[in-house]
């Protein structure tokens, strides 16, 4: 069993970047500049939204965090993507989720223009990607194909199971993984809570993406021996035995699937890291304008 | 084996949607209006047009068909895109495909205004598809759920296989299978050309969408008694037994695979009906402006 060290490759890439960031500089470039809105306090949004910030300085890029409290309007809110959409100097933005509930997020993520979407959560950003157009693909979904690729993982021909059909993993994860492209050309299905035959599903499985949001769903029994396990899971689960009083929760139980794989995530340090990345990514891209100009 | 018969379910629409613009005409609103462009004259899109046309008729939609010589250039039919666009009688129009190789038809898909996209090929219904969101669903797609809701065939839970990764039925048609809703909420596998599993997974199938463009692929001993086969296959195989030199044939072996069938689409007259008729219930949502303003 190899474990899949996300921060690692995370690390790797974002030295990768942050090179291409001095060569851009030094050849009298515009920075990338990412700006990343966050309402409210809630903690895990809280800690994502530090990390992105922290991984633009790691990155060489420049970043604005705007800050709103809960109680922020939509109205205000969808000015501020306004304005964001028209600064120049903003190459790509972010509007941290989830919202609180009196604004829409789907209004919200429409608002803002394709070109600055570096979540790569618009319609437009989702369509192209699932057509096969340049796009800015949405996060976690390059970071799990940024792994595989990596630690150069088999994927042609493979069947590979991906747990949950969520519109910012599984359904696009699912895309990337059929795509004719390496990594890609894998046979793919896509299983849910409606899934009858998930467990006989899992048994085929070569690669298992589980993005479930539930906490060690996937159990030692539900594996053949030799498959790729990645894990998308990332649950609070109430913890007294750490200082924040919480354990971040894959959707695997690592203790019992683990021994039967060939690769797999760990949580935390797998995909979690990537996600950041895949984010640093696109901002690159979008301040180089190599997508959308 | 019940024959699913898309020519009656079709006809049924069609009298469906005559009865609604019927009322629309006399509540003094407008007719729906859609546009073909066709390039060229190719065998097959020119009968595609001219059943379009026809089946614009039956509804009582206004229809304008407009014809360009295979060497028009992209510049020209970028122009003619331009003026469907900006034509405010024209509720919806489509570009034949495939188009004369010097002609990019991304270019041209990209081109057509998002709202008058009743193909549903631009990357913005594509991704609103993807998302869940109201959106022109692509014809074939559309045209395969309808059968499956009409005929009362339990999606839920199920096992579909779609042999396929196509942009127009495929992809699209995974995606609805797998959405939460009726018909739906289904566990969905794409297999295709680099699928080292595909019988295996055939043969596990609850439904198969066969959308390979492969004449007779899906042979008997492929599917489990009781499957749902649903072929999309229309390639011109060449024949000395019809008056056009060719026959229609699907991607399933008929004789073979029928038996094993609860219920099974034919060619002709299967999914080709309902993909043309899917496409008046676009162009009726565009007339009415009930997807877009």
């Known amino acids: 069993m190899q474990l899949i060290d996300g921060k690692a490759i995370a690390d790797q890439i974002k030295r990768e970047i942050a090179e291409e960031v001095e060569q851009i500089k030094a050849a009298g470039g515009k920075i990338p500049h990412l700006a990343a809105v966050l309402v409210g306090h809630d903690g895990g949004s809280e800690t994502y939204v530090a990390h992105k910030v922290k991984a633009c300085e790691q990155c060489g890029f420049r970043s604005t965090l705007v800050r709103f409290e809960s109680d922020v309007t939509e109205a205000e809110l969808l000015r501020k993507v306004d304005e964001l959409n028209n600064d120049a100097d903003i190459d790509g933005f972010i509007v941290q989720l989830p919202l609180p509930k009196h604004i829409s997020e789907q209004k919200v993520i429409e608002a803002i223009d394709y070109r600055k979407d570096v979540d790569g959560f618009h319609p437009i950003n989702v369509g192209r990607m699932s057509i096969g157009l340049p796009c800015f693909v949405s996060a976690t979904p390059a970071g799990i194909m940024e792994l595989l690729k990596r630690y150069d ?4 021909g493979k069947h590979c199971v991906v747990l ?3 519109n910012i993993v599984g359904k696009p994860v699912a895309t990337l993984m059929m795509q004719k492209a390496n990594p890609g050309d894998a046979t793919v299905t896509v299983c849910h809570s409606r ?7 899992c048994l085929q499985a070569d690669i298992i993406i589980a993005a479930l949001g539930v906490p060690e769903f996937l159990k030692g029994d539900m594996v053949k021996e030799g498959v790729v396990v990645v894990d998308v899971g990332t649950t609070r689960v109430p913890s007294d035995k750490t200082k924040s009083g919480f354990k971040l ?3 695997v139980k690592f203790d019992e699937v683990a021994p039967k794989c060939s690769y797999i995530t760990p949580v935390p340090g797998g995909v979690g890291p990537m996600t950041i990345v895949s984010l640093m990514k696109n901002t690159l891209l979008a301040g180089k304008k190599a997508i959308y100009r």
Chains 1, 2 share one sequence.
């Open 153 to 156: 993982i088999e994927t042609r």
């Open 164 to 166: 949950g059909r969520s």
């Open 195 to 201: 899934s009858s035959n998930l467990k006989e599903m």
């Open 249 to 251: 929760t894959g959707d």
